[in-house]
Nanobody
Framework: QVQLVESGGGSVQAGGSLRLSCAAS????????MGWFRQAPGKEREGVAA????????TYAAFVEGRFTISKDNAKNTLYLQMNSLKPEDTAMYYC?????????????????WGQGTQVTVSS
């Protein structure tokens, strides 16, 4: 059974950095594309970044503006999101997702498996 467990969230001041991790189990990492999504209170869940199965193609939401980097270590079955220059509007619950289809996707329909989320809070 596929399981995704996020970690690394926390509270930081604006301009700070956090590195989120998503540990996957129940499948081989190189066979799954993965993505990060976020949901702020009262808002829809939105795609943040995505990476394809081999980890060679990445896609970012426009609001990332070069501040975040998604990566995956297929040997460790772990997905990462390095977030720099954080802003208060980045405050949200961050979720990782995985799916066996090829390519990368920033839409929720592109993923079958989801983690429980890790909270990121950025204060001004």
């Amino acid at each position: 059974q596929v399981q995704l467990v996020e970690s690394g969230g926390g509270s930081v001041q604006a301009g700070g950095s956090l590195r989120l991790s998503c540990a996957a189990s129940g499948y081989t990492g190189r066979n799954y594309r993965m993505g990060w999504f976020r949901q702020a209170p009262g808002k829809e869940r939105e795609g943040v970044a995505a990476i394809d199965r081999p980890g060679t193609t990445t896609t970012y939401a426009a609001f990332v503006e070069g501040r975040f980097t998604i990566s995956k270590d297929n040997a460790k079955n772990t997905l990462y999101l390095q977030m720099n220059s954080l802003k208060p509007e980045d405050t949200a619950m961050y979720y990782c997702a995985a799916d066996p289809r090829i390519g990368s996707a920033l839409v929720q329909s592109g993923y079958y498996y989801w983690g429980q989320g890790t909270q990121v809070t950025v204060s001004s």
